[in-house]
């Protein structure tokens, strides 16, 4: 489903992604895990198209994701949702005019259909009764919320997070957490940036490891927890879980 062949992307001198290599496939849940600076964040956008490669290739379906190519690009990049860290809802729309935006300014639906999709979502996380609120009458987790059901309506073949839970109060971490889950448990394409290591451990099919820049291992989530085969996450998890 998504083929990443020999990315690099800098930001001045700074070497964020150095000759990045991976496949996703459908239905599979991958998290981008490692410590702050790692690159995780940059590859996840670069994946969508919000940070464009300095080097490399990326293929969706088999077919590249061209930015030159701007109708065909524009396409494929609707089918990605993207979760940001800071939700990124609009302060001055309610939560169900938030989810129905871009279902009528990008993909020309009638109000009425774009409304219909929205309560769906928002019934599916749990927000039926907040369709009337403004993002400021919310918890985080509410907006996080909120911000997946929004990704959800445009229905994404994949499903990208940056490291959607960080910027929440532990006891809203949970709630999402949920959402997501449910979300795997319905075979949907995951790409997650995340720190949640137990979210890593217990719901991805495969941990992807970054270290400056570079992929440093790829294992399944089981094997990479109970037996990490590099120094660098041997020591990485050493830090995270401890006696």
């Known amino acids: 489903m998504i083929k990443v062949e020999h990315l690099y992307k800098t930001f001045g001198t700074l070497e964020a992604l150095r000759d990045i290599n991976l496949e996703i496939d459908e239905g599979e849940i991958v998290c981008l895990i490692g410590p702050s600076g790692s690159g995780k964040s940059t590859l996840c956008r670069c994946i969508h198209g919000l940070e464009k490669a300095d080097k490399g290739a990326i293929y969706l379906d088999d077919e590249k994701m061209d930015p030159k190519n701007t109708a065909k690009y524009y396409e494929q990049r609707k089918k990605m949702g993207f979760v940001f860290q800071h939700f990124n809802l609009f302060a001055n729309k309610t939560v169900l005019e938030n989810c129905m935006l871009a279902q009528t300014s990008v993909a020309g639906r009638s109000k ?18 907040k369709r009337d609120e403004y993002p400021s009458k919310l918890s985080g987790g509410q907006k996080q919320r909120v911000a997946i059901a929004r990704a959800l309506c445009m229905n994404p073949e994949v499903m ?3 490291e959607p839970t960080s910027a929440l109060d532990p006891e809203m971490i949970k709630e999402v957490l949920d959402v997501m889950k449910d979300l795997g448990a319905q075979d949907m394409t995951m790409v997650v940036v995340t720190h949640e290591m137990n979210f890593a451990r217990k719901v991805a099919d495969r941990v992807i490891f ?25 020591n990485f998890l050493s830090k995270i879980f401890y006696d």
Do not use: C, H, W, Y
């Open 210 to 234: 970054l270290d400056e820049g570079e992929i440093v291992e790829i294992a399944k989530s089981e094997d990479f927890f109970a037996d990490p085969q590099t120094e660098r996450a041997k």
């Open 112 to 129: 009425e259909e774009a409304e219909n999709t929205a309560m769906e979502l928002l019934t599916r996380v749990g927000l039926a009764d």
């Open 160 to 162: 990208l997070f940056d």
